[in-house]
């Protein structure tokens, strides 16, 4: 009896285990990447400079974006709001130009780095040596869709999935979190996917 039991208990750990490989994998977990911004609706400073006047408004509209979503409350999550004083600091999120030959068009460092939890700080480089255009444009990728995806990163949005991974959703190329630059259109709206993994973590 008692062997018998060992042998039920360790066979249901070996079910919890076999399926629980799978659910770790599958994109629904892939909603968050880990961090979020402490606090009850946090203000979080947003310092962007170096921009052109065109970047700086495509810049503006994307934190527009993201502060307009609402949790399932109804209530703000985080606030971003445009400071010019800000320095890497805790509490802020730095937006740079990156004009060197990295792979990424937008890439976001998350600090305490490796570590997810709540954020110290975030750091967004914009690659501006790839070619990047203020709205569609052939051949280009949106600046404004680059730094919306960037931003949804930085409030711990996770991808949709990785891209040596399928992706669960048929309709994931339409999503600001697809880790895909998108050519030659933009992809500034937040799909019911990218917003609903903005408000399980700030519900
Ligand atoms: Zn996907
Ligand atoms: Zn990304």
């Not at 700080?121 to 949106?142: M, Q, R, W």
Request: glycine share 6%.
């Amino acid at each position: 009896m008692k062997s018998w039991t060992k042998r039920f208990l360790l066979g249901l750990m070996a079910c919890v285990v076999t399926f629980s490989v799978p659910l770790e994998s599958h994109a629904a977990a892939r909603l968050r990447n880990g961090y979020y911004w402490a606090g009850n609706s946090p203000t979080v400073y947003f310092q962007f400079q170096g921009f052109d006047s065109g970047q700086k408004t495509a810049i503006r509209s994307a934190m527009t974006t993201w502060n307009a979503v609402r949790n399932f409350s109804g209530n703000p999550m985080v606030t971003l709001k445009e400071t010019t004083s800000a320095s890497q600091a805790d509490g802020n999120i730095i937006l740079s130009i990156n004009d060197s030959f990295m792979k990424y068009y937008g890439y976001t460092y998350k600090y305490p780095m490796d570590n997810p939890g709540p954020f110290s700080y975030c750091k967004i480089e914009i690659n501006l040596a790839k070619k990047l255009s203020l709205g569609a444009k052939n051949g280009y990728v949106d600046f404004q869709s680059v730094v919306v995806h960037e931003l949804g990163h930085a409030l711990g949005v996770a991808h949709c999935h990785e891209s040596e991974q399928n992706c669960s959703f048929s309709n994931c190329s339409t999503f600001v979190m697809n880790p895909d630059v998108p050519i030659g259109k933009n992809r500034r709206v937040l799909t019911s996917y990218d917003k609903s993994s903005y408000q399980v973590i700030y519900d």
